[in-house]
């Protein structure tokens, strides 16, 4: 029996109609689409009258590979006019395409991914004869906005043409070859009635030549492998997720504007355009006249006529708005020259374009279609929108805590926290968060399905597939938000890695990170319950030792201050002074080390004065002469610098030994102007990490010993101009006085 092949291409109006009138016209006995085969025994539940656009998700996972992919459809995608007429004309309807879990899929995250632009150069060459920028206006220009007779015959021809005699790869072979199984079969089954076959345009030379050999047997759907997760649901999806401009991989573009040209045809979808455009932007309160329209029209049609268009097409519009309603220069090629998604810098006018090109269409589900248990368990317990305030301190707030973090960790829109615990931020036991209605909830909570039944299981997962490819300051976060999760399962995987990367770790910054949340988890039981964990003192230990190994090993001379290689010694400072007798840290060798990297001159200065500022705070009143070791270790050169890392450790210690504040103001006000101006920015920072009542107790006592007891800090601290000013005015005042040095009328 006849088998007639139909290539199309996804998401396009032009092959939609002809799919349809092709089935309504023959009456197939089958009609057999490119779609994942496991769906097929679910045919009654795709077609339970949805509002598209809506997609199938699969996931897959299993302890090697974690895949998500979509099979999205929209009114005017050729494989859904397929199945509607299909079954209006009485034929069976069969997915033939492996299902999406196939490790022959495993690179494609959509089904529907144009194969034609693997092979630039056959495209690139057909854009040039026509004089058109891209695939997307190619397509127009061929297809959506021509005659529709013959339209097989070209579409044939452009698919030939595209694919040629190149040798696809094994991923494509074994998709085709599966898919010409479903057609050789429905051939022998079909009696005096035709079979359609509705695939890629790309697919279709091959399907051609493998239908006549082979078995006629019917193929058996794969099956996933033996402890592999696997599951499919419909999702609603929505054009803007359908978008090229979003990044989107497949089909036509501009979804809402193809859309109306499915329904309206090419002169109702230039008007509907137009009318979208002018709406947003007087939306927006920028004019748009009567005059600018039609200008607009004008040069569309205009466009349309020289480029040879019966009807304006979609960049004829484009181009005809731009024309009328952008009066500036245009920097940047417009969007619509080139694929992809949407890049920065472009005019507003033409944002604006893009977006009512988009349209925000969103589909809904049947009311009878099944969910992934996720949604139900998420939905009985979420509650509706408002603002919530949790008392981490009580079981209650602990437990609603953990529900919403499990469904942040999933990436669950409308899931907002605004204030809470932070990996480095101590013992806040109050966290506020917000939550919202979103079109896009129920989409994402479909697609987390695919990690687990509940949201403890689906968070534990995602959490997993995070720890893969994680270097240390990742490992850090999973390792915080498991504890925020209340996913102990979890921990011993996450140590098991941590322990792994602090072996192999060589930034000290990222190292006094992942230190910094270990001993935060350690120590605090209200908010973690992990006080005293003995893995995590493991950690604790391995990484406090590794940091002492490392910042020994950190040469360079004078640089800037580095704020993480501060903070990771601060991070094991507070890991001795907390964690050193309980889980065997021997502080004397840390003292040790810190000695020697505060003397060591090819140091950086701010590990220098980390490592001083070290050593003081642990040894406190039994620091030998602290005064003396400043004045030792002062260099005006890199003196901010230096005091950044003394005063991130000896904050304190600075403050309450009595003479250091003095020899401090000795040390500064002794370095020369250039040195002075030169070290300005740093001391700033460097004062930075004392808190406003600490920096005003410091200007009363420089108050006091400058200018007596009945002068105000407040006047050193406020002062009238800005601090850049005074510092340039200090400049430009040094300069004369070397002008002046040098032409004799000053003497030194």
């Not at 529900?403 to 960790?409: A, D, E, T, Y």
């Not at 669950?412 to 979103?438: K, Y």
């Not at 300051?473 to 999760?485: I, N, P, T």
């Amino acid at each position: 029996m006849a088998v007639i092949f139909l290539g199309v291409r996804h998401h396009s109006p032009a092959c939609a109609r002809l799919v349809a009138d092709t089935i309504h016209s023959v009456r197939p006995a089958y009609v057999l689409v490119e779609g994942p085969a496991d769906m097929n025994h679910r045919m009654d539940e795709l077609l339970l009258g949805h509002e598209l656009p809506i997609a199938v998700y699969t996931s897959y996972r299993d302890h090697e590979r974690r895949h998500g992919s979509w099979t999205p459809l929209c009114d005017y995608s050729p494989e859904w006019t397929a199945l509607t007429a299909g079954r209006e004309a009485g034929a069976e309807l069969r997915f033939i395409d492996l299902p999406a879990w196939h490790p022959a899929l495993a690179d494609l995250s959509n089904r529907y991914a144009d194969a034609e632009t693997r092979y630039d150069e056959v495209t690139g060459r057909l854009c040039r004869a026509f004089a058109v920028d891209n695939v997307d206006a190619l397509w127009d220009h061929l297809f959506e906005i021509e005659p529709a007779d013959g339209l097989a015959e070209r579409l044939a021809t452009y698919f030939d043409l595209v694919r040629g005699d190149t040798e696809t790869g094994p991923d494509d072979t074994a998709r085709e070859a599966y898919m010409a199984q479903w057609v050789r079969a429905a051939a022998g089954d079909a009696g005096e009635r035709p079979v359609v076959v509705v695939t890629g345009g790309f697919h279709r030379p091959a399907l051609v030549r493998l239908a006549e050999q082979g078995e006629r047997s019917w193929p058996e759907v794969p099956q996933p492998p033996e402890g592999a997760a696997v599951g499919s649901y419909l999702v609603p999806y929505s054009f803007r997720r359908l978008d090229a401009f979003d990044g989107y991989q497949s089909g036509m573009p501009s979804p809402g504007y193809y859309q109306d040209l499915w329904e309206y045809g090419p002169d109702g979808a230039a008007r509907r355009l137009t009318e979208a455009v002018t709406a947003r932007l007087r939306a927006r309160r920028q004019p748009v006249s009567t005059a600018d329209l039609i200008a607009a029209r004008a040069s569309a049609d205009g466009i349309a006529l020289m480029r040879g268009h019966p009807h304006p097409a979609r960049v004829d519009v484009l181009d005809g708005l731009a024309t009328a309603l952008v009066g500036e220069a245009i920097e940047t090629p417009l969007p619509w020259a080139s694929r992809g998604p949407l890049q920065a810098g472009h005019h507003p006018v033409v944002v604006e374009m893009i977006a009512a090109l988009s349209g925000d269409r969103a589909g809904r589900l049947h009311r009878s279609t099944p969910l992934p248990p996720l949604v139900h368990a998420v939905l009985a317990e979420l509650g509706g929108p408002g603002d919530e305030r949790l008392h981490l301190g009580g079981q209650a707030g602990r437990e609603r805590s953990r529900f919403l973090h499990r469904l942040r960790v999933l990436g669950i829109p409308g899931v907002v926290r605004t204030s809470g615990p932070r990996p480095a931020g101590g013992t806040e036991l109050v966290e506020q968060w917000t939550l919202t209605e979103t079109d896009d909830r129920l989409p994402a909570l479909i697609e987390a399905g695919g990690y687990g039944v509940d949201p403890q299981e689906a968070a534990a997962s995602v959490l997993a597939d995070r720890i893969r490819d994680a270097d240390l300051d990742q490992l850090a976060d999973v390792l915080f938000d498991a504890a925020l999760c209340g996913i102990g399962e979890l921990a011993g995987q996450v140590l098991d890695d941590l322990a792994r990367a602090i072996v192999a770790a060589a930034d000290l910054g990222s190292l006094g990170r992942t230190l910094t949340v270990a001993l935060a988890m350690w120590r605090h039981d209200d908010l973690f319950a992990t006080s005293g964990s003995t893995t995590l003192g493991t950690v604790v230990r391995a990484a406090t030792l590794r940091a002492l190994w490392l910042a020994e090993g950190v040469h360079g001379g004078p640089v800037p201050a580095d704020p993480q290689r501060i903070g990771a010694m601060a991070a094991v400072r507070d890991a001795l002074r907390h964690a050193g007798p309980p889980l065997g840290l021997d502080v004397d060798a840390a003292l040790g080390v810190a000695d020697r990297v505060a003397a060591c001159q090819d140091a950086p200065p701010d590990l220098r004065g980390a490592s001083l500022g070290l050593g003081w705070s642990l040894r406190g009143t039994a620091a030998a002469d602290p005064a003396r070791a400043v004045r030792g270790a002062f260099v005006p050169a890199s003196a901010g610098d230096w005091l950044a890392g003394l005063f991130a450790l000896a904050r304190e210690e600075v403050l309450h030994t009595g003479g250091v504040l003095e020899l401090l103001d000795e040390l500064v006000a002794a370095m020369s102007g250039h040195d002075f101006l030169v070290a300005l920015p740093a001391l700033r920072q460097a004062f930075g990490y004392f808190p406003p009542r600490e920096r005003h107790l410091i200007a009363t006592r420089l108050v006091e010993l400058r200018s007596g007891a009945g002068a105000s800090a407040w006047d050193l601290m406020r002062l009238e101009a800005a601090p850049e000013l005074v510092a340039a005015g200090m400049a430009l005042d040094e300069r004369v006085d070397a002008a002046l040095r040098r032409e004799g009328l000053i003497t030194p």
